[in-house]
């Protein structure tokens, strides 16, 4: 059993904050896991998490420490996995702030560097150096699969789908506005009918990424030009199909980079924009809220666990409810002019790395279920416990 990998990541100062006078870095390292948070008030918080990206960190520094092991087990998963199987690995981007201090209302800071962290200045702009998680991800993939014994065929799949205003849009299809989600014994949380393009290569998958970006719902606020309206969900799934058994397995990533909202008297929001924050600030509020479940003491009894309340918590059901390895980026402002927002988003971290998660994929038909380390296995059915 481990816990979620939760890290702080701070961005540079913007252009605006550096203008502020009244303005200045609130943060203060400690070592490359602990930092000390210094709010408007003057007073001290120390925070620790698994690593802390400052802001000369570089995107490849994040890509190694978060997504590397996930990206490997996601293709490792494949290999060792039996029959079929199936595995859910999860990588959230995601940054919160929270109104007042409980975590069950909660409202995202737009403008502190997820989308940033994800993509890169541009999905298909090959600059090594500034490359985000996403191009990463693509190659690190195709990178193992070319490492990979050759008797196993592999093939990828990639699906693109956005939470906007409470429906699930394909990116790949923008017909699908409303797209339904299920849970299968077999695969866990599924978007049926989802589109599902196969790429054969990380220059394809990269085009069809870049492509579906273009449809995301993206607004203007005064935090952000470009703000995300939605959460976007990006899934890769790998199939691999040992040609002497005749057996295909298969492995799936997803990544999270959650919808920018921040208080609606520093952005002005109003008329649609308004509406698009308190869209998604509610379900901001049931991730808050389920996160509170789970790390309260009601592990183990599933149904107290609001996972229902939105299509953000059921969408991340599988990473919250310890059947998968995830990880946990928080992106905050390093200024002093939005240090509440940055405290309410760290506290949110210290919050998510209590969730216990016990990833593991099935060796039977029936799917093991194994959530916040209470296993509810089936009968016959063994788990391969991933470490
Ligand atoms: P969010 O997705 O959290 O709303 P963005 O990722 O869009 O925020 O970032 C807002 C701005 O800050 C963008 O112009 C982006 O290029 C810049 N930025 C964010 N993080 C970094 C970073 N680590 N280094 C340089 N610029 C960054
Ligand atoms: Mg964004």
């Known amino acids: 059993m481990s816990n979620i990998l939760v890290c702080a990541r701070f961005r ?26 210094k709010d408007e008030k003057e007073d001290d918080f120390t925070f620790s998490f698994d690593k802390v990206f400052y802001e000369e960190s570089e995107q490849a520094d994040v890509y190694k420490f978060l997504a590397l092991p996930i990206v490997r087990g996601a293709i490792l998963l494949a290999v060792w996995n039996c029959s079929t199987g199936c595995s859910l690995l999860w990588l959230n981007i995601v940054t919160f702030m929270c109104i007042p201090r409980s975590i069950s209302k909660l409202c995202l800071q737009t403008g502190a560097g997820k989308t940033y962290s994800m993509e890169g200045p541009g999905i298909l702009e090959c600059d090594e150096q500034k490359n985000g998680l996403l191009p990463r991800v693509v190659e690190g993939i195709f990178h193992s699969i070319r490492s990979s014994d050759e008797v ?29 989600i299920k849970e299968s014994k077999l695969q866990g949380i599924i978007l049926p009918g989802v589109t599902e393009i196969t790429v054969l290569e990380p220059a394809e998958a990269l085009q069809s990424l870049s492509s579906g970006i273009v449809n995301r719902t993206v607004g203007e606020t005064q935090m952000n030009m470009v703000s995300s309206r939605s959460h976007c969900v990006y899934i890769f799934t ?23 909202s921040e208080k609606v008297e520093k952005t002005a929001a109003e008329g649609r924009i308004f509406e698009e924050a308190k869209t998604i600030n509610k379900s901001l509020t049931a991730l808050g809220n389920v996160v509170n479940a789970v790390t309260c003491g009601l592990q183990g009894k599933l149904n107290h666990i609001p996972y229902h309340d939105s299509k953000l918590t059921r969408i991340l059901q599988d990473a919250l409810g310890g059947s998968s390895r995830t990880a946990l980026l928080c992106c905050c402002s390093p200024s002093t002019s939005n240090a509440s927002e940055s405290l309410s988003t760290l506290r949110f971290g210290v919050r998510v790395k209590h969730i216990k998660a016990s990833p593991c994929v099935n060796n039977s038909e029936n799917k093991c279920v194994r959530r916040h380390g209470t296993p509810s296995t089936t009968k016959d059915e063994s788990c391969e416990r991933i470490l």
Do not use: W
């Open 238 to 260: 790998i199939l691999q199909e040992l040609c002497r058994h005749r057996r295909v397995k298969s492995g799936k990533l997803v990544l999270v980079d959650l919808a920018g």
């Open 12 to 37: 540079p100062l913007s252009s605006k904050e550096r203008r502020n006078q009244e303005d200045s870095v609130c943060i203060r390292c400690i070592d490359s896991e602990t930092f000390i948070l």
């Open 152 to 180: 196993i065929q592999y093939s990828v799949k990639l699906s693109m789908v956005e939470i906007y205003m409470e429906k699930v849009r394909d990116h790949f299809d923008l017909s699908k506005d409303n797209m339904q």
